[in-house]
């Protein structure tokens, strides 16, 4: 079964830092685009951000408003996804969900990971 | 940036149809996904490629595309069809619409 488990989520105060990692099992995780997806409280799905497989250039993406705040990476060989988040404002406040790209639509989703940005 | 319009709420009596839009510049150049999300938990696939079906989901749920706009259908809507349903597209990078909350009077 694919499947795929954020964790690192937790409470930080505005300005300071945390790490998600997202550890995939029953796929080839070197083979996949993964994306970070984000929902704040109460509101929509918004993409976060974005990083291809190494075959296809390792190129990442991101959101405007996350920006040079944010970096996404993989380790290939640990089958994990991480994301850094820098200067944390209370915007950023939303539950994380670790994202499986398939050939057509985004078709492994973990249950996500909640950042709670608070003084 | 790109965006994608839904209307933010649509009702529907159990056993009737619902339709969910969901309009964007030059969505006709594109495909489109649905996927459900119920309360605490993760959404799910109902419809890629505007108008396929994943394997597993019921065939009461139908997708179309029209010019810019794509629509979700879900014909004999049960109460557990109650959710939020979201479009989404790839244009240089992944859009979500605003999503639509399903309320089964």
């Known amino acids: 079964e694919m499947q795929v488990v954020e964790s690192g989520g937790g409470l930080v105060k505005p300005g300071g830092s945390l790490r998600l990692s997202c550890k995939a099992s029953?796929?080839?995780?070197?083979?996949?685009?993964m994306s970070w997806v984000r929902q704040a409280p109460g509101r929509g799905l918004e993409w976060v951000g974005r990083?291809?497989?190494?075959?296809?250039?390792?190129?990442?993406d991101y959101a405007a408003p996350v920006k040079g705040r944010f970096t996404i990476s993989r380790d290939d060989s640990k089958d994990t996804l991480f994301l850094q988040m820098d200067s944390l404002i209370t915007e950023d406040t939303a539950v994380y969900y670790c994202?499986?790209?398939?050939?057509?639509?985004?078709?492994?989703w973990g249950k996500g990971a909640t950042v709670t940005v608070s003084s | 940036s790109y965006e994608l319009t839904q209307p933010p709420s649509v009702s529907v009596s159990p056993g009737q149809t619902a339709s969910i839009t969901c309009s964007g510049d030059?969505?006709?150049?594109?495909?489109a996904c649905w996927y459900q999300q119920k309360p605490g938990q993760s959404p799910v696939v109902l419809i890629y490629?505007?108008?396929k079906r994943p394997s597993g989901i019921p065939e009461r749920f139908s997708g179309s595309k029209s010019g810019n706009t794509a629509t979700l259908t879900i014909s004999g809507t049960q109460a557990m069809d109650e959710a939020d349903y979201y479009c989404?597209?790839?244009?240089?990078?992944?859009?979500f619409g605003g999503g639509t909350k399903l309320t089964v009077l």
């Open positions: 989404q597209a790839w244009d240089s990078s992944v859009v």
């Open positions: 994202v499986k790209r398939g050939s057509w639509y985004m078709d492994v």
């Open positions: 490629q505007d108008n």
């Open positions: 990083i291809k497989r190494k075959t296809d250039g390792g190129t990442i």
């Open positions: 030059k969505l006709g150049d594109k495909y």
């Open positions: 029953g796929f080839p995780f070197s083979n996949a685009w």
